[in-house]
């Protein structure tokens, strides 16, 4: 149990508590933005975090710069699905959600 | 640390049956399109979860980039179809 | 036709991510003996990337880089290279695709010769895979009309 093991296993239940964080929003929130704010950022923080976890335990070897191309892939593409998906959200016409007594 | 792994894994799984609420119930395809995307994400980690699991990750991280790959441009690809209003011509 | 998407990210993007993904579907071709992967699983990536500037650019910018001409030519080629490998094999006195014979060609020792033959073997339907995927995409796409004057 070295000192690699122990911060891969803070990273990951770092991770897998992001996760939680990122479901209970796309759950409970009102509208679809809302929902896509939850589940765009949350889910992307949370599979870095996981996936940094995984580099810390594997070491330097070959599986583990794989592991970092994966990440790089990551955060280049899923916010970039979540931009188009909010965009087609908006020319297609869907109501934001607003508060009661609210005008703008 | 195999104990640790496989908790990690039963309480992803354990949240994808939570995103399948909104997969079935989401009010329009907007919904929907999200949670599988979120559905998707969830499935990467559990792959190489598996991985790590079996003692043999090497097998598990090309099947996990190629999964990344097909959930970037399904997403993608779905967004533009529903743009055009239900037609690509 | 599919029109281009008037968005600058999803542009770039595309633009930036496809040779990487090609450079992957290569990977994973040339390394179907050791790990998940093979011809038709690459030939389906190298797809997949053609499919990803096709619905981010539109289709004519698409056709600029990979008309149906070069499509035509690569699914042949793809088919040419497997029927060719395993003639070559017929003429140096074998069975055909019997890749122990190409050892007196290559000057290679037996198993090398059994590995390299099934390596070109895969290139060849890598290739063959690609074209057929882009064209079906294509010819689904244009809604069975040839080209676009036919719409007039």
């Known amino acids: ?104 | 640390m195999d104990i640790f792994f496989l908790v990690m894994g039963m309480g992803l799984c354990i949240l994808v049956l939570f995103v399948l609420y909104r997969v079935v119930y989401g009010p329009g395809v907007f919904n929907r399109v999200a949670a599988l995307s979120a559905i998707g994400n969830k499935t990467l980690i559990i792959l190489l979860i598996m991985g790590f699991v079996y003692h043999r990750v090497e097998m598990f991280i090309d099947i996990s980039m190629v999964y990344a790959l097909l959930n970037f441009i399904g997403t993608i690809a779905a967004s533009k179809y529903l743009e055009m209003e239900g037609s690509i011509v | 036709m599919i029109k281009p998407s008037d968005d600058i990210i999803i542009k770039t993007l595309a633009r930036v991510l496809a040779p990487f993904i090609l450079l992957y579907a290569l990977y994973v071709i040339m390394h179907g003996h050791h790990s998940p992967g093979g011809g038709f699983q690459g030939g389906v990536i190298m797809g997949a990337s053609l499919v990803l500037l096709a619905i981010t650019h539109g289709l004519k910018e698409t056709q600029k880089r990979m008309s149906e001409k070069s499509v035509a030519i690569f699914s042949s080629l793809g088919v040419l290279i497997y029927a060719g490998i395993g003639v070559l094999c017929l003429i140096l006195l074998g069975n055909f695709l019997d890749y122990s014979k190409l050892a007196k060609l290559l000057n290679v020792p037996l198993a090398q010769a059994r590995s390299l033959g099934i390596l070109g073997v895969e290139i060849g339907v890598g290739l063959a895979v690609m074209a057929v995927m882009f064209s079906i995409f294509y010819n689904i796409a244009m809604g069975g009309k040839r080209s676009e004057k036919d719409n007039r």
């Not at chain 1, 093991?5 to 759950?27: D, E, Q, R, S």
């Not at chain 1, 594997?58 to 970039?80: D, N, R």
């Open chain 1, 1 to 104: 149990m070295n000192i690699g093991t122990l911060l891969a296993i803070v990273f990951m239940v770092g991770g897998l508590f992001f996760f939680t964080t990122a479901t209970i929003g796309l759950l409970r929130f009102p509208d679809f933005f809302t929902r896509l704010h939850a589940t765009g950022k949350g889910d992307t923080l949370a599979v870095l975090l996981f996936l940094i976890g995984f580099f810390l335990y594997e070491g330097f070897t070959i599986t583990g710069l794989k592991i970092v191309f994966i990440a790089v892939f990551m955060f280049l593409a899923q916010p970039t699905a979540t931009h188009a998906l909010s965009r087609a959200g908006l020319r297609c016409g869907v109501i934001p959600w607003m508060k009661k007594g609210d005008t703008k």
